[in-house]
């Protein structure tokens, strides 16, 4: 990953092919990372089965959090730089740190590590899909998946058109931009603080219904910047686009993102924890893409907003948070916190059982093998 920001840095910023190539195995390794450390922390999060999973992810986000802040501060000041390569520079420092920490963690950061070794390609394939098809088994899990794919199908996105609003309609500076993105680890670090605090024990369906509505209250704001009567009143953008996305931010990190990443800890079954946490984030990420799509195709099919019109922005906003409601028709399908407790306790009786039965098994063997000694001498 640092190799490639380097060279993102020295050659990919002259030729788009190869930037294409440079940012993709930078995502790639990226996924991967998160992957690893996610599989890691649900194997650590069972040490504690009643708030292990919350408070693992409640640390790891408070990290991300700081992480965030001084990442988006220097990146604040490196983009109004002329060249952009001290960008790239910078970011494959800050990974070769990454790397060097990498190579210094301790093995027995897993649980437990897999004993088999690799058996070739296609047996490793068969291998890892006997594992998905053992996860789906499970009638929580394979809800949680259905109810992260299908809402992506109801709830489309129209990010982009955002990011053209705030620098050509409002005219914000790339340097206010990148603060809004300190603002959103900020925020990140409030709604982990505050999902610690206060809602870590609530239903993750009364949480989503919680952000909606909230949503809907901090919607007219939008509307008014859109509108731009605000400058009529006397009140900069900028105090509307720093109020709006700091609580919708908050919001969205303590209700929706943190809450449904300690579901998914919570839900992944035991000795499959990386193959199962890369379906539900995998699933997770074609949601966002799908979304995309989704954005775009009423956009283009109806709407028509463009970068260089953006006078019908306020519909785009309007269909996205009247299409955010449906996922209230959904959200049966999310487990309640009893039946996780239910579905952990099954799980941990089931491995005690397979333990005590392979411990029996175990001393049968010896039992045997010593009166087969004992009997050899009397034979002899």
Known sequence: MFLAMLLMGTHGI??????????GIFQLGLAFIDLIREAVMVSQARKDPSQGAEELQSFSWTALGFGGLSGSILAAFLTEAEDLRYCFFAAGALLSILFIASLRMSTQAEVEERT???EGLWADLKHNLGEIVEALRLREFRNVVIFIFVTGLVVPTFDSFEYFFLI????????????????????????????????????????????????????????????????TWGIPDLALIVFSTSVTKTLQYCLIFLPITVLMAKLCPKRIEATSFA????????????????????????????KDDLSKY??????????????????????????????????????????????????????DQENLDVDQPRQR
Not at 14 to 23: D, G, K
Not at 283 to 301: K, M
């Open 279 to 306: 379906l539900l984030a995998g699933t997770y990420n074609i949601r966002d893409v799908v979304q995309g799509w989704l954005g775009s195709f009423i956009n283009d099919t109806f709407v028509g907003v463009t």
């Open 14 to 23: 002259h030729e788009q092919a190869a930037a294409v190539w440079y940012l």
């Open 314 to 367: 306020w519909i785009l906003i309007t269909i996205a948070l009247a299409c955010s409601f449906l996922q209230l028709a959904f959200v049966w399908l999310l487990p309640t916190r009893q039946e996780i407790k239910q579905l952990a306790t099954t799980i941990r009786d089931s491995d005690s059982l397979a333990e005590r039965d392979s411990g029996h098994a175990q001393n049968n063997g010896e039992d």
């Open 168 to 231: 050509d309609e409002i005219g914000l500076s790339m340097f206010a931009y990148s603060m809004l993105t300190v603002l959103g680890y900020f925020a990140l670090l409030v709604g982990t603080q505050l999902y610690s605090q206060y809602f870590k024990e609530f239903e993750y369906r009364s949480m989503i219904a919680i952000d909606l509505t909230i949503q809907a209250l901090v919607m007219p704001v939008k509307y008014i910047l859109m509108t731009r009567i605000n400058l």
């Open 116 to 118: 088999t070794q690799s």
